[in-house]
Every structure is written in C-alpha cells, then in structure tokens.
C-alpha cells in the first residue's frame, strides 16, 4: 500500500460547510472570523470544525482579513543571551495576545538584515521589532520600507537617528561611568573594552558611535576618565571582538604592547566568556593579573570564581514592553509613557587593586 493511500486528507472550508449544513461563503465568514454570520450558522460551524479537525489556513485568512496575527523579530545573534532573554520577554507577551513570533538573525551584517525584512514582509507579519545592525540613516531604507508597507515597527537596543520610530533600549551612560570609576579608583588606567561593533576606521571618539549602546558605553568610560583627570586612550576600545579567533588576536595584540592593560570591560556575555577562557589558556588570572567587568547579569557571573562585576539591565522587561507597544499599535490603542530602562553597576569580586 503506497503512503498516499493511507495518508487521510486534510479536511478543507467546503468539507467543514457540508457537514454544517452552510454555504462554503458562510462557513469560510464563520472561520475566517470577517464578515458577519448568524450565531447559529457560526455555531455549527465551530462544532463541525471541531469534529474534522479542521485546521485554518492562516496564509488564506490573513489575505482576507490583512492581518497574520504574526509578529516578526529580527536579532543580531541569536546566540547570544542577551538576544534570547528579550526573546522570551517578547514572546510571552505575544503569545498572550494571540500573536505568532517569527525570527531573523542578522548575523549584525546589513544584508543579511535586509533580507530577513525581505522575508518577513513577504511572510506578511503584522509588524516587526528589530536591533539593528546599523544606526546609519543612510543604511535604514529597508527599516523606511516596513513603514511604507503599512506594518507597525519598533526598534530594539539601538536607534537611527530621523527615523521617526519608537527605541526601546537602556541608557548606559551612567552606569558605564560608574563602572570606570570602580577601576579608576582601584588604580587602574589602561581600561580596554571589547564590542563586536564594526568600524571602517580605527576609533576615535563615541560620538561617532551613532545611537547605540557602545557609544553610550564609550562615552561613561570618556566621562569617568575626565572626572578622574586621567588621559583616555582611544586606541584600548577595540572592535570587531566578533569570534573567538577575533578575541584571541585582540588579547594578544593588548598583552604584546609595551604597557599592557590592567582591566577589561566586555560588552556583552559572549565575549565574557570568550576572554575568561583566552586568559585562562595564558594563565592569568582574575582579578590577580587582570580586572574584569562585562555588561550583562546572567547567574553565571555570581557563581564562578570572583564573582564578576556586572553592569545589568532588564532585557526581559524591555522585551515585554516593544512587544506591548508594538501590538497596542496594530490595535489602535494607546501604549502609554515610554518607561525609562536602567542599568545597574553590580561590583563584585572582579575588581583587584593596583
């Protein structure tokens, strides 16, 4: 016997209408959840549905309704927890709003980006929160695109500048300051800090950071170096920290130098976890040879041995609040005052003296 003969069909709008005793219109009204129908006729609807087992057709309702009931998410890594915390705080407030969630990764590059939006316009989502990899208004046509569409947009972690979106993200300028200061008064001067961002220069300043977390990061570290009289050296913010080879010539560049860092600030827990282990393999230890700070509290960072110093922010929080938001717009209502997000130095055992 072939597999198709003992596979059952699916059972279709028409096969739900004859078994309710409706026209195959009112049947697909009743499922459909547009136009109007009788409580009887939507009634037996329902009851035969249930009966077959029917399942809608989400493509065909959302033609006829202009909604999928789908939200779409596009990340810049979606291994990183950071991304994966947010995830959660969107999804679970979709879920209870009776919204899909479906998810890009950006890989933080802008073609990639593009065409994630490619895809999720196709897919006909109702709206979109992205972290985008760029917060250049010349790289934002795509994001301009998602609005002329007529989908809902939020931005997420990261701003652009003249596009008249709503940002949900952390200032971490004060935090980032008084993490600095913690080392500044530990002793510390040569405060290298790493961040996947790409730049097509070497660095030079956060203002040219666009709206971003690193450049609010960058410029508590500028703050806290000028309070405490101390010559900043922009030649310690080192970028593309994007992989673990990348890391690793990024330690080996720092230690070569004649005059090597005393402390290093990671931007996010991936590349936590990347130097850990790179100064594990050379033997130097925390907070003995180095002193380590990291954006981003997961329970990891209390249980090994320091404990690290922690800059945290509510990522689930945030992630809750653009799903609100961007669904209190496809509904028309009114989401209220955008909550101020903020971040916390946590200093723990991480920090050494000099």
């Given amino acids: 016997m072939s597999l198709g003969n003992i596979r059952s069909k699916a059972p279709t709008v028409a096969d739900v209408a004859r078994e309710a005793q409706v026209s195959k219109a009112q049947a697909a009204r009743a499922l459909g959840g547009y136009g109007s129908v009788s409580e009887d006729v939507l009634a037996r609807v329902m009851a035969a549905a249930q009966k077959l087992a029917y399942r809608p057709n989400e493509l065909a309702r959302s033609m006829n309704t202009g909604r999928s009931n789908t939200l ?30 479906l998810l890009g990764n950006s890989d933080e590059t802008a073609a990639d980006e593009q065409d994630a939006v490619r895809v999720m316009l196709e897919k006909q989502v109702d709206g979109i929160i992205i ?41 971490f300028t004060a935090s980032a300051r008084q993490a600095t200061l913690a080392l500044l008064d530990a002793g510390h001067r040569r405060i290298a800090y790493l961040t996947s961002m790409t730049l097509d220069k070497p660095f030079v300043s956060s203002s040219e950071l666009g709206l971003t977390p690193v450049a609010q990061r960058v410029a508590g570290m500028e703050q806290a170096f000028a309070e405490r009289e101390v010559a900043f050296v922009p030649g310690l913010i080192k970028t593309r920290a994007s992989s673990d080879a990348a890391i690793a010539a990024i330690i080996d560049d720092l230690f070569h130098h004649a005059v090597p860092p005393s402390a290093l600030i990671a931007s996010d827990s991936l590349i936590a976890m990347s130097v850990l282990r790179e100064l594990g393999n050379r033997g130097l230890k925390v907070p003995q040879d180095l002193s380590f700070v990291m954006f981003d509290n997961f329970p990891w960072t209390e249980i090994v041995s320091p404990p690290l110093s922690v800059i945290a922010q509510p990522v689930y929080e945030m992630g809750r609040e653009a799903a609100r938001r961007i669904i209190c717009d496809l509904r028309g209502e009114e989401a209220g005052v955008m909550p101020n997000f903020d971040a916390a130095f946590i200093p723990r055992r991480s920090i050494g003296q000099i």
């Fill in 131 to 171: 972290a985008p990899c760029s917060s250049l208004p010349a790289d934002s046509a795509h994001l301009a695109q998602i609005l002329a569409d007529g989908r809902a947009l939020k931005l997420f972690d990261r701003g652009v500048p003249g596009l008249a979106v709503e940002t949900i993200m952390v200032d």
């Fill in 72 to 101: 779409g998410v596009i990340v810049g890594d979606i291994e990183n927890p950071h991304f994966g915390l947010a995830l959660r705080g969107i999804a679970d407030v979709a879920r209870q709003a009776g919204y899909h969630v």
